[in-house]
């Protein structure tokens, strides 16, 4: 594995809303700049960026018209290369975000698609052979162009599907992974990828990874084997290249497509989103880290374990506090309890992602869609920085702002956090301070699940030397665990203990150290 990956902890920035430079509204590459050094004092050391291409932005750039060219309203060119030589700078890594799957409807190569006369690009992507032949199975759009076809959808109407081909092909008109047309697809996103690291970045957090080749099989080998190979000619090259999935499967996506990360998505009901998004619209709130619900961690651990222990050797299984597709965190939850989620997640094996503002506590705002956000708009709103102007996102007029600024008296601001020592920003801080500091984070095969019984809210975990004792409960709990002859090193709360186990108070974390003798 690439060996930065093992003691990376990631950022995520949504550039549209991270910081505006030129007064425009909207945040740019330059504002990201500006505000590096903040990255990395907070403790971490490596940026995943959402998509900065040019784009129609029917889908927050997710849909790409031009895969090589910066989005005029980022910056340019000259501006990402100084971005990337500025993280290399502070010794961090950046990823930028590969959008494989699809393109934009305006991209280039689907304006030729849909032409009559044959051209390289007619079976760039997934066409019927005639207008009233339906892509069974999938969703489809007919009657846009003149060209005699249906074709195939991998998101949104504005993203028709590239052609990677079908695992087994039933119809005519669906080409198999080694058809000519389907292996220039390949070549097309290997080229991007290319480019992009000649350009200066370390790689890319890669979306809708699994969704390549259509009728796949149920741990997607054709999508697999297409990755392999695309991976593998990238890595002639450039063997450092960093690449995490998002695939939520990481037998696969790490065992066989070769990324080297994969995360733990938000699917609707399963293990990671009954950590801090199991509510309801009827105000019922069951979320393992409120401190009033009943779930014990195994509900989680079921899911995840078995996950982890597929791929722990080979490459790292990460958890997220969010991303630009989810509700916030801070939604839910109070800052105590946010406090001991990210304490869980941040020594958890794996890199860790904190999603921008997250670490103050960003929350979501209840906003129209903006850009096929939907109710995804809410969590993508600007940064606060301080109590200036748009909370010193912008100094633009605050009705020109890309989304307003959180403006209730008590919105978290970076400023404020850091005037307040038990804030949660400071905790995140101490937290990846500590992180670094110990060897036993830099492995990812080595979680040891400790106590983690049904009917009880506390757990412990260990890693190597250190370990890990959680009570998300809002009461004192006993729990079977012997840490005996060890000392606390890092703590939320406090806790008392003896020979027959630990005892955490309400709503604490801490981890414990074997004290070794001189
Ligand atoms: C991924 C992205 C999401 C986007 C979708 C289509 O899930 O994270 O924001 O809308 O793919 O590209
Ligand atoms: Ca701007």
Same mark, same amino acid.
């Given at each position: ?12 920035? *949504?550039?549209?809303?991270?910081? $505006?430079? #030129? =007064?425009?509204? +909207? ?8 505000? !590096? ?102 969703? *489809?759009?007919?009657?846009?162009? $003149?060209? #005699? =076809?249906?074709? +195939? ?8 599907? !590239? ?126 880290f409120k401190k009033d619900s009943r779930?014990s961690i195994n509900d989680f651990l ?217």
């Amino acid at each position: 594995m690439t060996e930065w990956l093992k003691t990376a902890i990631f950022y995520e920035i *949504y550039p549209q809303s991270f910081r $505006d430079s #030129n =007064g425009d509204g +909207i945040g740019d590459i330059n504002g990201m700049i500006e505000k !590096l050094d903040y990255i990395r004092d907070l403790g971490c050391n490596a940026i995943w960026m959402n998509p900065c291409y040019d784009s129609p932005f029917k889908d927050g750039g997710y849909d790409v018209r031009d895969y090589r060219k910066v989005a005029e309203r980022y910056g340019t060119i000259e501006d990402l290369r100084r971005l990337f030589a500025q993280v290399h700078e502070r010794g961090m890594h950046i990823l930028l975000d590969l959008v494989p799957g699809h393109t934009s409807e305006e991209h280039p190569w689907f304006v030729e698609s849909c032409k009559t006369e044959r051209n390289q690009y007619s079976d760039r992507y997934i066409w019927t052979d005639c207008w009233f032949q339906r892509a069974e199975g999938f969703p *489809y759009i007919a009657g846009e162009c $003149d060209r #005699n =076809g249906a074709y +195939i959808l991998n998101y949104f109407k504005c993203q028709p599907a !590239l052609n990677y081909g079908f695992l087994n092909p039933k119809e005519h008109w669906q080409k198999p992974l080694d058809h000519p047309a389907c292996l220039e697809t390949r070549a097309a996103m290997r080229d991007v990828m290319c480019y992009w690291m000649e350009q200066g970045c370390d790689g890319f957090r890669v979306d809708m990874a699994d969704s390549l080749v259509k009728n796949d099989d149920e741990t997607k080998s054709g999508t697999c084997q297409v990755w392999s190979d695309i991976i593998g000619q990238v890595q002639e090259q450039y063997p450092e290249i960093a690449l995490v999935s998002e695939w939520n499967n990481p037998a696969s996506a790490i065992g066989k497509a070769g990324f080297q990360m994969d995360f733990f998505l938000d699917w609707f009901g399963n293990g990671y989103n009954l950590l801090m998004r199991d509510y309801d619209e009827n105000g019922r709130d069951d979320s393992f880290f409120k401190k009033d619900s009943r779930r014990s961690i195994n509900d989680f651990l079921q899911e995840y374990l078995p996950k982890y222990d597929a791929v722990k050797k080979k490459g790292l299984y990460c958890l997220i506090t969010g991303n630009h597709d989810m509700v916030r965190a801070a939604y839910n939850l109070e800052e105590q309890e946010l406090k001991l989620a990210y304490a869980f997640l941040f020594t958890m094996p794996g890199a860790p992602f904190l999603y921008y503002g997250d670490e103050i506590g960003m929350r979501y705002q209840k906003l129209p869609c903006k850009e096929g956000g939907y109710t995804r708009t809410g969590s993508r709103t600007p940064m606060q920085w301080d109590d200036s102007v748009n909370h010193g996102f912008s100094e633009a007029d605050p009705s020109c702002l890309y989304l307003p600024t959180d403006d209730r008296a008590d919105a978290p601001t970076v400023a404020a956090q850091k005037e307040r020592k038990d804030s949660l920003y400071h905790m995140v801080r101490e937290l990846f301070r500590f992180r670094k500091e110990h060897s036993a984070f830099a492995r990812h095969d080595n979680l040891e699940i400790l106590s983690a019984e049904e009917g009880r809210r506390s757990f412990a975990y260990r890693r190597d030397d250190l370990v890990m004792v959680c009570n998300p409960s809002d009461h004192v709990e006993r729990i079977d665990v012997n840490v005996t002859g060890m000392k606390v090193v890092f703590g939320i709360g406090a806790a008392r203990w003896d020979q027959n186990g630990c005892v955490p108070e309400a709503q604490s974390f801490l981890i414990f150290q074997t004290v070794t003798e001189e």
